[in-house]
């Protein structure tokens, strides 16, 4: 599933579309969304570097890490990125997000050190976190650096904007993202965040802004109540290493995708694979109504207990009306068949009684005498 | 051209004077009020006869699924087929170009349905005494082709271009607005075109708002600011001979904002996206494969009137006939499984929801 989400960026975006965009949340429970980040990353890079993604070029705009991370991660997945074959680029806002060297330089205490030669080329170092404006108009320059002009497109991928909050306003970074996703030369973008580090709206309006959306979630919910230490420490030892990936994925004809798998955190990245059902719980819409047409097993044995007053009990014994004078154990001669008045069906749990009195020995059935002469009137 | 007027009531008013002349596009109600059409053939019949002029409709927009747009593409074609003119506000730096995706009117479907009412008699030839009553429906539903009251639209075929010159249709883009106030004189200078005064309505006009708190523009956390812009839009819609549709998504405010801006509207419609292969769905409801979204009607205007309008079913499946027809149906329910011990009873979602299942005649 996680393959599916890899391949939709790298399939890019259509004619007229926007670009597809994914957001990958996690929070405290379980934080694993920069390695998942990298995961997409490095899958994304590898099919760029194939030759089997839309886009050419790809530029990484990396705030929480050091681009000679991303060099070293990418190194490690087989790919090397080389500065004559152009196809990455990273616009780095880790060094110097506020320009603070140049300033501390033009005070006079500071002197600069010499950029690593490896990384400058591939590295730009970007010194003005606080204007979106700015930042997105680098990205694209970056990105037309890569790919050259006209039709040809290049993926973004967003470290985390989480940084870029803190320096400005939701709604520049809004703006920045789907100004991003609506811009001819983009092929796909891509960015993770902490879910709780902001506010609900923050997640919203994100999700709003995005395609599809990843969300990291711990696979044992830790309950607040007492447990015992120890159950505890389990709990969060499992919860380290795996968690639950959910992904929605807003499709073309407006129905939502939904898809669940399991992640497990290993040393050479995340192992992801399909959810085991204990922990699938799935909240379907049926719908709940007030009576209850299940019996419980205890209502079968009781109901299967109740004698009938019917004709025949269906067991073989011969016929016999209950007529409420004489139990039903002693009788064992036949008795002429009565037809029965009303009966009363009463099933209590436990025994099953059936309580009948007729209302008169002294009746005779289909008399010719009319009961009302009794009265006075 | 004065409409047959639907008895809703015992009393019959004694009309003195004429009824108001109305241009193409335009119906008369009850009470007084004067309707457009949605764009949509089967939320007209949902609403009792389209949006009244002067209401102001919001249509909550769910994150998830497009299906506003749909609402919103209908809506403004059927004014633009109609020559009534349009004002269109979005978030886009460029909304000229969704103006190519307006939907133009499906050809020739009152031909179709002219030629199947020969062979239709024939065949109902014995209940024929109840012919008086379907003559009055066929009056109403076939007019001269032209300035039919509510059009079906081919979402597959783009509207022509000569209904998109300029003096119809204006755009307004809200990107980069600081604040509200420039979209505000625009929709009061639109308005002023379109003055109310008891007597003929020659022309009714069109707004279109779509997503009016995105994030992206920078007064969308100022949201008093929001809420006095619709109330003041509101004002000026009542009081002039149009309609003002809004879209918003309800999840980018604060939850008493959301029950605000609620409150503000006259027509209440929201959209909800559906889950892709969600078998329970499918197992519940009939036609479960072709329906695209959700749509709820929450309120329905109700001008010059006290008496509320109590619908069957607030709950419809959006699907799209043959890929091009927007229609909206009424929930199925599909017949309970015997075997499985499925029961029965309404889901929270469908309320009144006819069990008719799989045997639709």
Partial sequence: MAESICRVLRDGALEGEHAPALTIKDSIASPFGFHVFSHVLSQLSSFLFAGKSQSRGLVIVSFSRSPSFYLELLKSKGIEVVSSDKRIQILDCYSDPLGWKDRLIEAGSFTALSHESSVSSTAIVFKNVKYMDKLYNSIIELGRGLVGGGKNRFSVAIDSVDEMLRHASMSSVASLLSNLRSHDQVSSVFWSLHSDLHEDRVTSVLEYLSSMVASLEPLHEPANGQRGDLEKFSLIEHNAKKGKFHARFKRRNGRVRLMSEEVRIEQSGINLTSLSSEGAVNQGLAPKVQFNLQLSEKELIDRANVVLPFEHQGNGKPIQIYDGRRSLVDSKQERPVAVTEKVQTNEDSGRGEIIYFRDSDDEMPDSDEDPDDDLDI | ?361
Avoid at chain 2, 17 to 37: D, E, H, M, R, Y
Avoid at chain 2, 113 to 119: V, Y
Avoid at chain 2, 174 to 191: K, V
Avoid at chain 2, 219 to 240: C, G, P, Q, T
């Fill in chain 2, 1 to 361: 051209m004065a409409a047959a007027k639907t008895r809703t009531t015992s009393f019959s008013r004694n009309i003195s004077t004429a009824a108001p002349s109305l241009g193409p596009g335009l119906k008369c109600g009850p009470n007084g009020t004067v309707f457009v059409s949605s764009g949509i053939p089967d939320l007209d019949k949902i609403l009792g006869g389209g949006f009244p002029l002067g209401s102001l409709v919001i249509v909550m927009e769910d994150p998830e699924a497009p299906h506003h747009m749909l609402l919103l593409r209908n809506f403004m074609a059927q004014g633009l087929v109609h020559n009534q003119p349009l004002l269109y506000a979005s978030p886009n730096r460029d909304p000229r170009g969704f103006l190519g995706t307006l939907p133009s009117p499906a050809a020739s479907k009152d031909d179709k349905s002219r030629q199947r009412d020969p062979d239709q008699e024939k065949g109902l030839r014995i209940a024929w005494q109840y012919k008086k009553y379907f003559g009055e429906n066929q009056l109403d539903g076939q007019r001269d082709g032209k300035h039919e009251y509510s059009n079906e639209f081919d979402l597959r075929k783009p509207l022509e271009r000569h209904f998109l010159s300029a003096q119809r249709v204006e755009c307004v883009s809200f990107q980069d607005c600081p604040n509200l106030s420039a979209i505000q004189d625009h929709c009061a200078t639109f308005l002023s075109q379109f003055p109310r005064n008891d007597g003929n309505i020659s022309c009714a006009g069109r707004i279109a708002i779509q997503s009016i708190c995105a994030p992206q523009c920078e007064y969308s956390n100022m949201e008093w600011d929001m809420l006095s812009f619709i109330r003041s839009l509101k004002s000026m819609v009542r009081s002039s001979n149009a309609v003002a549709i809004v879209t918003f998504p309800p999840s980018l405010l604060s939850p008493s904002f959301c029950k605000r801006w609620q409150h503000m509207s006259d027509t209440l419609l929201s959209v909800k996206a559906i889950p892709d292969e969600d078998k329970e769905l499918a197992q519940l409801l009939t036609g479960y494969q072709d329906m695209v979204g959700f749509l709820n009607v929450h309120k329905v205007a109700r001008i010059n009137t006290q008496v509320p309008l109590i619908l069957e079913a607030t709950t419809f499946s959006i699907k799209l006939q043959k890929r091009r027809f927007l229609i909206l149906e009424c929930l199925n329910q599909a017949p309970v499984d015997g075997s499985s011990g499925a029961s029965y009873g309404t889901s929270g979602s469908c309320s009144g929801s006819s069990k008719t299942g799989n045997l639709d005649f």
